[in-house]
């Protein structure tokens, strides 16, 4: 295939990479089918909250051993087993509605369609990272922005299906489109031939970090200093952030609450979904935003900017009891927890090299699985505080960001 069918070739994997982010990121609006779910089964905060725990864990996991089925058996067959778990796990949890059984959706939605998810998610990523060495931070801000903007359309439309058609059937119909979707985009994907580079293209390690010839295997990345520093900084975002999306839309509920004392407990709902899905565009944004800027100041930076402000605004949170200031906070926050999961995998790239990125990377995203049980376990639990511990981790996440150095070439 000539060159400029190349570069036409990888726009396209790019815009499939965008509409299968699309179908996993609605995982992001789980906070809307909580509340109506625990109504229906009065099932308690904790045991319903598990079923988010246990998928964002199960993503992590899944995230890190489909870095490595990536590498090995290319990602169009990741892709295509990803999609396939994650609409079957989302009917599951239609079932588990209809049935009343919490554990068959911990099954369905916590495992299953946690591991498709994860599959999935891995896949655009790795790919993307191979075909566009020349806009690494742009292209994977570009395919997670996807992910972070997929909760916005859950959050406008499923609680207005819940109202009207119920849970199970609500899961149902998103189930159908998410098996056809993402398994759909999951045919474009491809490996660019080896040796490739993109029209104009020549890697410098001074501007674009480590080259292919001088990548780290996985065994010597993860014995770096510098692996476990990244993971460690992509934890404490990730923590931070997914404790406030796992309470989003009953926090905006209490604070539209007080605002106006006289609303129904269906226009509350829509209310909070409505902020939800606000802010999870900006979960979206950010990752383009935060990427895009990170190819021009660089991505230590920007982990700088967002741990900093961040630890701030959470501070900050519990005074507010305005409903447009605590939206536009909220936006911002999840600016910030969508670009740390933008730029990380650029950040690897240019710490580690391309050639193994689907496992340095992928492993590097089992801090998603432990940040998935740590943030909702800690918002759930210990409402009152948990920003406040969210901000001191956001602090340690800012002095490893400011002391972080790229490792030394290979010997």
Not at 118 to 130: E, V
Not at 141 to 153: C, H, I, K, N
Not at 387 to 397: F, K, S
Request: net charge positive; with cysteine.
């Amino acid at each position: 295939m000539s060159n400029e069918n190349l570069e036409g070739k990888r726009w396209w994997i790019a815009v499939a990479a965008i509409i299968m982010q699309l179908c996993l990121g609605t995982v992001y609006a789980w906070s809307v089918f909580k509340k109506p779910i625990m109504t229906a089964h009065g099932w308690g905060e904790t045991a319903t909250q598990v079923t988010f725990m246990i998928c964002i864990g199960v993503i992590g996991l899944a995230a890190a051993f489909g870095g490595t089925l990536v590498d090995k058996k290319g990602p169009r067959y990741v892709g295509t087993v990803g999609g396939i778990l994650f609409g079957i796990g989302t009917l599951l949890a239609g079932l588990a509605d209809q049935m009343g059984s919490i554990w068959l959706l911990y099954l369905g939605f916590g495992l299953i369609a946690g591991l498709g998810n994860g599959f999935g998610y891995i896949t655009p990523i790795a790919t993307l990272i191979r075909w566009f060495p020349d806009k690494r931070g742009l292209v994977t801000g570009l395919a997670v922005m996807g992910f972070g903007a997929g909760a916005f359309f859950m959050g406008i439309i499923a609680p207005k299906m819940i109202i009207s058609l119920g849970v199970a059937k609500t899961f149902y119909i998103w189930g159908a489109i998410f098996l056809v979707a993402v398994t759909a985009a999951a045919q474009l994907y491809k490996n660019p031939p080896k040796g490739w580079l993109p029209r104009g293209f020549a890697p410098k390690t001074s501007a674009g970090g480590v080259q292919v010839t001088e990548s780290y295997t996985f065994d010597e990345a993860f014995k770096t200093s510098q692996w476990w520093m990244l993971w460690s900084m992509l934890f404490l975002n990730i923590t931070a952030g997914l404790g406030l999306l796992s309470q989003l839309s009953p926090m905006a509920q209490d604070v539209v609450k007080r605002v106006s004392t006289d609303i129904s407990a269906k226009e509350l709902a829509v209310a909070g979904g409505t902020i939800l899905a606000i802010a999870s565009i900006f979960n979206g944004l950010g990752r383009l935003f935060w990427a895009w800027t990170s190819d021009a100041v660089g991505r230590k930076m920007v982990f700088v900017i967002m741990f900093a402000s961040q630890a701030i605004l959470y501070v900050a949170l519990p005074q507010i009891g305005n409903q447009i200031l605590f939206t536009v906070v909220a936006c911002y926050l999840l600016a910030c927890y969508g670009g740390g999961f933008a730029t990380m995998p650029a950040f690897a790239a240019d710490s580690f090299g391309p050639a193994n990125i689907g496992k340095v990377y992928g492993m590097m995203l089992t801090a998603w699985g432990c940040a998935g049980i740590v943030g909702p376990l800690v918002f759930a639990q210990i409402k009152s505080i948990a920003v406040y511990v969210a901000a001191v981790l956001l602090v340690v996440g800012f002095l490893l960001a400011i002391s972080f150095k790229k490792p030394k070439g290979k010997e």
